[in-house]
């Protein structure tokens, strides 16, 4: 297909890379995918991108179909041109990028480290000049590139680099929410006149007509379809075919390589099993296949295969072809035969693949290989590859203990990999054959793993007591691991599960206690649970002080939940910062979402609101990329603080229905908390108390305290006498178990509010103003000073309530701050509207960033600390001194 014809009709395309060139000049980022089915030209646009560019300034890469389990493969041949910029990379990111491409040893490398060296490297490539990166059929992307390049397109910002893929519309989850442009069909008149180039003689034009309509104008199909017409397909059009057009032209293709000698068809072949287009490793394998040089000339004649500094198939679907048409023994011919010419010392992962798929029954030397391939792919982080290698080698073993050890293995890595859907039947498979005790335990506590990973609410509970109780007699750590994880189930299953809390505590007294932080926590829960917090609370206590941060990051989804039922809000606060930190500096993929959404719920109670979207936003752009989703309560907790009614009930409600959906009753006491804090902060306390009633009818872990403070407030302001008595007693018994000053202070507001006593409101803001719970100690200043004002002490009422006033609307909750201004003007003072200050004009990002700058981190470091390349924070840098009137971060420090 030449460069004229794939473009006829291209205009629209054409101008929107254009443009997208322009602005990458112009020192922006810019990413598109091109979407469109195979043959639609997709190539085309790309090599006309590429030809815009001068001459080492694009760097290409193309996804291979045989290649997909091989981890970071097409991401190593789109950065290998590059490396030559690899020292400019802070040492962690340049140690991680350098394991992964299997430069050099190391660590396995995280992902998020990896996504952020690949970022670094292109911004480096881009400093002097702009830089296209282009990636053909990213639909046979290995999913560890796919992965990583996801990353990165949503993070570059400013660093004057292009990324375009092309994908099939078929893959419609990948690279999601990134810009598209659709490929389509060409226009009738384009497509007519392309048809009419390849048509022989004169057609009917209501063949010609119908032609065009069966392929949709694609230009593919347009200029290979008629090829092979017969002069009744020509007179008829192309009729009664069921296969999809992708189909058809595949099967066009097939045709005329049957058509081809013996010796081309295995040509083509070998080209197709090649994944990277060397053309002298590919003369050496046909050379042991006895295939000469003359076997090329039908092959480029029939312009299927371009054998040049490289080869390139005339299409993909070419390659598609040659493949799938091949008989077993002559694919496993080829692959000998490249498996024979691959070195195995520089290439030992293509060596091993190859001789893997060469090899028709057992081979206990080919399974060996194969796993030494899976270690390496492990140290590298290309888990999904290890398990390929793994399942590959385990088919290949005919040792039933061999067998079962390399299955299991297979198992523990598609598990690591999230592929959670594979594991049961590896599992499976892995158990039919002998397994010591500890492969055993190792079994079900990946079963039960999987279990939570894909029910979170008591759908997960039966399999994971199932396994914890195989588990106790084989490894009781491992046992306590897994009932706590029962639990937590539960809890999470809240009143939408039954009955089983009780089943998971009563089954979970069965197992030893133990002094780990997983054992201390799970006695606290069963106490929790059987006795009541003020049993539990010395238990709780005393696991929350054994959680280490750079050990137990796996507790962190409980942790939060933990120092919330203590009271500790100086744990909260830092435990939630450093999870952060260690998971930034890890790049552990499976943690920092989970880490961001905790810490933001520890900065809305602070009263960091915008800091807390900040890292909302965060988790989101990293599940979108890389998964997992974030924690759905924390962003309605923050609106409902916000108080913007209709953003924060379309939450609220979007919460109450997946919860439903899910089984997770938990999150519906959390969705009727926020509703609670809502209308306070509105206003509107009989719809607070009706909330807080259904929230505190169940007792949730960790939220039920919290709507018993909403109650007593909104039973308080509605004349609910009783009601705020009987909250305020149940809050008494939490409270009273801990000592804390959030707990002191919670209390004391609450026996304010049901006693009218001004020392208990004293006392209130006095505790409350000795955490970092800055919400929590305005609302009580708010409080305070509403009873005030209704003692007719306006003079009094109003030092508390401009208090309240100054610092809620400061932070963003405008539902509370114009209830307190209400309340100023009752007592005569004028209140002025806030005037929204420089401060306020910085985004998220820019408030970390500029934070972060004060502090006196460089632009690498701030770059590695929110997964940016340091050209992006350097130019939301100058941005930021604009909006601030200053000139250096000296200022920035000082304003």
Known sequence: MHAENELRGRRRERETLDRLLRDVRAGHSRVLVLRGEAGAGKTALLDYLAGQQPAGRVVRAAGVEPETELAYSALQQLCA?????????????????????????GQPPEALIVGLAVLGLLAEAASERPLVVVVDDAQWLDRMSEVILTFVARRLDAESVALVLAARPADGQLFTGLPELRVEGLPDADARALLDAVLPGLVDTQVRDRIIAETRGNPLALLELPREMSAAELTFGFGGSSSSLVSRVEESFGRRIAALPDDTRRLLLAAAVEPVGNVVLLWRALDRLGVGPGAAEPAEAAGLIE???????????????????????????????????????????????????????????????????????????????????????????????????????????????????????????????????????????????????????????????????????????????????????AVNAGRLGGDALPRAVAAATGVPPGDEPAGLLLSGLITWHRDG????????????????????????????????????????????????????????????????????????????????????????????????????ATAVILAAHQGRAEPALELIGALTADARAGGAGWLLGVAEYSRAVLHNGLGNYPEALAAARVATEFDDFAVTQWALVEMVEAAARTGEEGLAAQARDRLAARTGAVGTPWARGTQALADALTSGSEQHYRDAVDALAATRLTVQEARAR???????????????????????????????????????????????????????????????????IARLAAAGRTNPEIGSALFLSPRTVEWHLRKIFAKLGVTSRRELTAS
Do not use: C, K
């Open 81 to 105: 041109p590059l490396l030559g910029h690899l020292d400019r990379l802070p040492e962690p990111q340049r140690a991680a990028l350098s394991t992964a491409f299997g430069l050099s040893a």
């Open 307 to 489: 054998l040049g500094a490289r080869a390139r198939f005339r299409h993909p679907l070419v390659r598609s072809a040659a493949w799938r048409a091949a008989e077993p023994a002559d694919l496993r011919a080829v692959h000998q035969a490249l498996a024979d010419v691959t070195d195995a010392d520089q290439e030992p992962d293509r060596h091993a693949w190859h001789r893997a798929h060469a090899t028709a029954g057992p081979d206990a030397d080919v399974a060996a290989e194969l796993e030494r391939s899976a270690s390496r792919a492990l140290a590298r982080g290309g888990r999904a590859a290890a398990a390929s290698f793994l399942e590959r080698a385990a088919q290949l073993t005919l040792d039933p203990a061999a067998r079962s050890a390399r299955t299991l293995a297979a198992a523990q890595a598609r598990f690591a990999s999230g592929a959670f859907a594979q594991v049961g039947a590896l599992l499976a498979a892995a158990e039919l054959g002998p397994l010591d005790p500890t492969q055993q335990a190792t079994a079900e506590r990946l079963r039960a793993r999987v279990a939570f990973a894909q029910h979170t609410g008591s759908a997960a509970i039966p399999p994971l007591l199932d396994a914890a109780a195989r588990l106790t007699a084989w490894d009781p750590v491992a046992a306590r691991e897994t009932y706590l994880t029962a639990i937590g189930a």
């Open 533 to 632: 917090i003020a049993a539990a609370a010395p238990l709780l206590i005393r696991a929350a002080g054994a959680i280490g941060e750079d050990r137990d990051l796996d507790l962190l989804w409980l942790t939060g939940m933990v120092v919330n039922e203590i009271w500790d809000d100086a744990a909260f606060l830092d435990r939630t910062e450093r999870a952060i930190s260690r998971a930034r500096a890890e790049g552990t993929l499976s943690l920092l979402p989970t880490a961001l959404t905790f810490r933001a719920t520890a900065l809305t109670y602070a009263g960091r609101f915008a800091d807390a979207a900040g890292l909302l936003d965060e988790a989101g752009a990293l599940a979108q990329a890389i998964g997992p989703s974030p924690h759905p």
């Open 782 to 848: 708010l409080l305070y000073g509403e009873w005030l004002r209704r003692e007719n002490r306006r003079g009094d009422a109003r030092d508390q309530l401009r208090a309240a006033h100054e610092t809620l609307a400061a932070i963003g909750a405008d539902g509370f701050a114009d209830r307190a201004g209400r309340e100023l003007l009752a007592t005569g003072e004028t209140v002025r509207r806030r005037i929204a200050g420089v401060r306020e004009e910085l985004t998220a990002q820019e408030t970390q």
